[in-house]
T-cell receptor
Framework: QKEVEQNSGPLSVPEGAIASLNCTYS??????FFWYRQYSGKSPELIMF????GDKEDGRFTAQLNKASQYVSLLIRDSQPSDSATYLC???????????FGKGTKLSVIP | NAGVTQTPKFQVLKTGQSMTLQCAQD?????MYWYRQDPGMGLRLIYY???????DKGEVPNGYNVSRLNKREFSLRLESAAPSQTSVYFC????????????FGNGTRLTVT
């Protein structure tokens, strides 16, 4: 059973701070890693994905991947109240297009 | 560009009733999926279809059936609804390649009383 673990939170950060969201996965053969944002009552929307070790930046968002530690993270710089949402980590296994999701981390950005 | 369209948005059923959730995508994707999302449980895969005419079970298939009617449409049927099937259901589609993200519909909120 492939597992994706996230701290459920809530994670509270002040406006303007860096929010750090973490995710670990059990399948060492996993190849691609996705971060989705989900506002309450809405569907998940893709923020970014990463498949190589290291950092990938997109605006205020940075995804970090460490395959040796089976760890992926999402950093949100200059956090805004509009970033308050649940963040889902999803992992794509080797030889499969399916995604396995973590249970999500709820982020609250305090003005 | 509509993306992934799900109907209905909301539904209330009595135990034992049946219904079909409809999903259509206009992105020419081969792969389509049905997930359910419950508080504290995250998104769990019910069924998926890698191509027209094929379907496979996911993590929680019991109590559900699916039909991949054509490349665009993938429906989910509850033959005899149970309170345990109260959930939010999401349809999604993706391309058949590594690094391909899922594109989600807006969801169906189902309550079974």
């Amino acid at each position: 059973q492939k597992e994706v673990e996230q701290n459920s939170g809530p994670l509270s950060v002040p406006e303007g701070a860096i929010a750090s969201l973490n995710c670990t996965y059990s399948d060492r053969g996993s190849q691609s890693f996705f971060w989705y944002r989900q506002y309450s009552g809405k569907s998940p929307e893709l923020i970014m994905f990463i498949y190589s070790n290291g950092d990938k930046e997109d605006g205020r968002f940075t995804a970090q991947l460490n395959k040796a530690s089976q760890y992926v993270s999402l950093l949100i710089r200059d956090s805004q109240p509009s970033d308050s949402a649940t963040y889902l980590c999803a992992v794509q296994g080797a030889g499969s297009y399916q995604l396995t999701f973590g249970k999500g981390t709820k982020l609250s950005v305090i003005p | 560009n509509a993306g992934v369209t799900q109907t209905p948005k909301f539904q209330v059923l009595k135990t034992g009733q049946s219904m079909t959730l409809q999903c259509a995508q206009d992105m020419n994707h081969n792969s389509m999926y049905w997930y359910r999302q419950d508080p504290g449980m995250g998104l769990r895969l019910i069924y998926y279809s890698a191509s027209e005419g094929t379907t496979d079970k996911g993590e929680v298939p019991n109590g559900y059936n699916v039909s991949r009617l054509n490349k665009r449409e993938f429906s989910l049927r509850l033959e005899s609804a149970a309170p345990s099937q109260t959930s939010v259901y999401f349809c999604a589609s993706s391309e058949d390649r590594a690094n391909s993200p899922l594109h989600f519909g807006n969801g169906t909120r189902l309550t079974v009383t």
